[in-house]
């Protein structure tokens, strides 16, 4: 039974930083990509970030690129998500997920384990 763990989240004053981590149990998850994703309140789930299952290539929408930068270690089965300069719109539950391939993808439906969620809440 794999499981996906997230931690980190928590309140957070605008500009700040935090680290999210997402912690892989049941089996070794180091040949999948993996990617973060965000649900505001009210609102869709949404892709912030990707990684290869090495670490190579990742990606980020304009939303967060150059604030947000995830990571991975794969000795541990764990990954990332640095994310600073943080904004009130950043407040969301954010969700690790598993890729069922190496690489990542907008998709949700092409995720296969997922994580309970982490809550961030940026005040402003």
């Known amino acids: 039974q794999v499981q996906l763990v997230e931690s980190g989240g928590g309140l957070v004053q605008a500009g ?3 680290r999210l981590s997402c912690a ?3 089996r070794t998850l180091s040949n999948n990509g993996f990617g973060w ?3 505001p309140p ?8 990707g990684i290869t299952w ?3 290539d990742t990606y980020y929408p304009d939303s ?4 947000f930068t995830i990571s991975r ?4 089965n764990t990954v990332y998500l640095q994310m600073n300069s943080l904004k009130f719109e950043d407040t969301a539950v954010y969700y690790c997920a598993t890729h069922r391939t190496r690489a990542f993808s907008f ?8 994580g309970q969620g982490t809550q961030v809440t940026v005040s402003s």
């Open 42 to 49: 009210g609102k869709e789930r949404e892709f912030v970030a």
């Open 64 to 67: 967060v690129k150059g604030r």
């Open 107 to 114: 998709a949700s439906s092409d995720y296969i384990y997922w």
């Open 24 to 26: 892989a149990s049941g």
């Open 37 to 39: 994703f965000r649900q």
């Open 73 to 76: 270690d794969n000795a541990k």
């Open 54 to 56: 090495s670490g190579a």
């Open 16 to 18: 700040g930083s935090l």
